[in-house]
């Protein structure tokens, strides 16, 4: 049966290590997948380096990259395996706290959705630097379902995620950056390409914004022909490993105001490497940085095959000289 997913709650143990107390668990992340991941004889989603290089997820180069980098970065990430999870869904980074949909939209999950069948639940551990001693974790999501009820005017609307991601961070020690990156209009009518045709447009009303330590200010500009015309989401000062991650809703006017097929956005992060002993690059271990967006957005299809044709992620690379080289490298 359908089921709408009205609030997810992070369950996350914590340990005493050396007099201190610490949790380890750096994401959880969840995925909404095709059925047949539960069956496949394909692809073991268990098994660590599927799990680990997110071989279960389909996924696409980075817009801004020449074709030549293109076809060598999804050669050197290696194919998706089998049936596959097409959608990034509710994710918990360090620090944040449960999150409530708003009464009127829900995530819908079931056997009527094109891609959200199944879930899938991934966990990093960011374990700590000092630890000498083995721990059992056992963290995860406490997921709110509540039954889809047919009805002439049903009580919720379907919502979305989507995904913005710079693999290309490169922060030089010992500096104060304010870090932008673009998602183009015409990226964002392609992966959200069923949306947009059906409604015309689509509505954000949540967000959540995730980097690391070093970053002191996160934001999102909604562009249009080039102009700001607003925000989706600001977080300044912002405190990775925080409640700063969690996802909130958005103030009234930006919740109101769509976002159009021709309108970009421009990801923004202030970062401050002073006295870092190190240059900072992209990562999820220790001594990296994220510059990150997870959008909640209403008006959306789940029946729509034509959506996330890749997945509902949109990536960048903002340094295309080292993706060069760690090509050549590795």
């Not at 360090?94 to 939209?105: I, K, M, N, S, Y």
């Amino acid at each position: 049966e359908d089921h709408w997913i009205t609030k997810v709650e992070p369950l996350i143990d914590q340990f005493e290590v050396d007099g201190e107390t610490v949790d380890l668990v750096h994401h959880l992340n969840t995925f909404f997948c095709d059925k047949a991941i539960l069956e496949t004889t394909e692809v073991d989603i268990d098994d660590v380096l599927v799990c680990s290089e997110d071989r279960f997820m389909q996924s696409r180069a980075p817009q801004n990259l020449n074709k030549v980098l293109k076809d060598a970065f999804e050669m050197s990430a290696g194919p998706s395996l089998g049936p596959a999870c097409k959608q990034f869904g509710l994710v918990y980074d360090r620090g944040a706290q449960a999150f409530t949909l708003p009464e009127d939209v829900g995530l819908k999950v079931g056997p009527s959705t094109a891609m959200a069948q199944a879930l899938a639940l991934q966990i990093h551990y960011l374990v700590p630097e000092n630890l000498t001693q083995p721990l059992w974790d056992h963290s995860g999501f406490r997921i709110t379902l509540e039954k889809v009820e047919e009805a002439a005017e049903p009580k919720r609307t379907p919502a979305a995620l989507v995904a913005f991601n710079d693999f290309g961070l490169y922060y030089p020690k010992d500096t104060y950056t304010h870090h932008q990156y673009p998602i183009s209009g015409e990226e964002l009518t392609h992966t959200l390409k069923g949306d947009f045709s059906r409604f015309g447009s689509i509505q954000p009303i949540a967000v959540h914004l995730h980097a690391h330590f070093l970053t002191k200010a996160i934001w999102v500009d909604h562009l249009r022909d080039g102009v700001k015309v607003g925000e989706y989401g600001r977080r300044d000062p912002f405190n990775g490993h925080s409640a700063d991650q969690s996802f909130f809703l958005l103030p009234d006017e930006d919740a109101r105001r769509p976002l159009l097929p021709d309108d970009s956005l421009e990801i923004n992060c202030i970062v401050n490497t002073t006295g870092a002993p190190y240059d900072v690059t992209y990562g999820v271990a220790h001594n990296t940085e994220m510059c990150a967006v997870i959008m909640l957005y209403r008006e959306h299809d789940p029946m729509a095959a034509d959506n996330f044709e890749h997945a509902n992620m949109v990536f960048y690379y903002s340094n295309e000289k080292r993706l060069m080289q760690s090509l050549i490298s590795g």
